[in-house]
């Protein structure tokens, strides 16, 4: 069994014009990913995650407006955020929104100024502790100020996602028990220094993921990634660490499980 802890089922290509969204859930249900965590980036994302969390009982969602996208957080959209969350945990089959994000900063493409990414960043782990919710985060370029603002709010689960930084940076997020997040960029031939922080990496502070439709595995370079790919970012997880493969799957697994207290949602 794996868990895909991040991916982006509701973009365009899963739709159109391919419209094969149901085909992608499903292939990667007969490979064994039987839980997914499909990720909001901005408003309408993040409705769709929800749309797509309460028709299947094996997808949840978290809600966010992305780094990039920061020009765009308000009022209005955490007014709405925070109407959903409520709605959610007032239902019986609710429980489906399990997170804020994907948050964060990004100072590589600058779709936002530093100032209004930090207003984003701040209002959102703001919503995020107000529900006792954990965050996932993008972080480019900007791992000094995020630091300093998660130091500052204090939230009380934190995940790097697509983490693709050196062990020194790894150590920082590990020692205050932040977790880090795992692509297949580890296999892209370039990355020597992120397998190495594979590696050294604790086992309860790592997770799988695809973040598809991004970042393939170098064996589909080119290709459309997808949540079906999760168990041949595990075999790499397996070699690098020299751990069994079913070990791989057990531990990331279970990590996700009890960061995001999936097992009281089910």
């Known amino acids: ?23 992608v859930i499903q292939r990667a249900l007969d490979v064994g990913v039987t839980t997914l965590i499909n990720v909001g980036c901005d408003l309408e994302s993040s409705r769709t995650s929800l749309v797509l969390a309460q028709e299947h009982s094996f997808i949840f969602c978290t809600l966010g407006v992305h780094p990039n996208e920061a020009n765009l957080w308000n009022g209005e959209i955490e007014k709405q955020f925070r109407e959903w969350i409520d ?18 900063l990004d100072y590589f493409r600058n779709g936002a100024s530093k100032d209004v990414q930090h207003d984003a960043f701040r209002g959102q782990i703001s919503l995020a502790q107000k529900y006792d919710l954990p965050i996932m985060i993008h972080c480019r370029d900007a791992f000094e100020d995020a630091f300093k603002i998660l130091d500052e709010c204090s939230p009380s689960r934190v995940v790097f996602h697509c983490f693709s930084g050196d062990l ?24 020597e220094g992120l ?10 502070l790592y997770f799988l993921e695809t973040d598809a439709p991004f970042l393939p595995h170098q ?10 790919y999760v168990p041949r970012l595990g075999q790499d ?15 990331s697994t279970r990590n996700v499980e009890v960061f995001f207290d999936l097992r009281n949602r089910f």
């Open 1 to 23: 069994m794996w868990i895909d802890a991040h991916c982006h089922l509701g973009f365009s290509t899963f739709l159109s014009p391919s419209n094969d969204q149901a085909a």
């Open 87 to 104: 709605k959610d945990r007032s239902q019986a089959e609710g429980n489906r929104i399990v997170g804020i994000g994907e948050i964060g």
């Open 168 to 191: 020194r940076l790894a150590s920082t997020i590990w020692e205050r028990g932040w977790v880090t997040s795992f692509t297949a960029v580890v296999s892209y031939p370039k990355n």
């Open 195 to 204: 397998r190495e922080v594979v590696k050294a990496c604790p086992k309860e």
């Open 219 to 228: 064996e589909l370079r080119g290709k459309r990634n997808e949540p079906a």
């Open 237 to 251: 997880f397996a070699q690098l660490r020299q751990e069994p493969l079913d070990q791989i799957a057990i531990q």
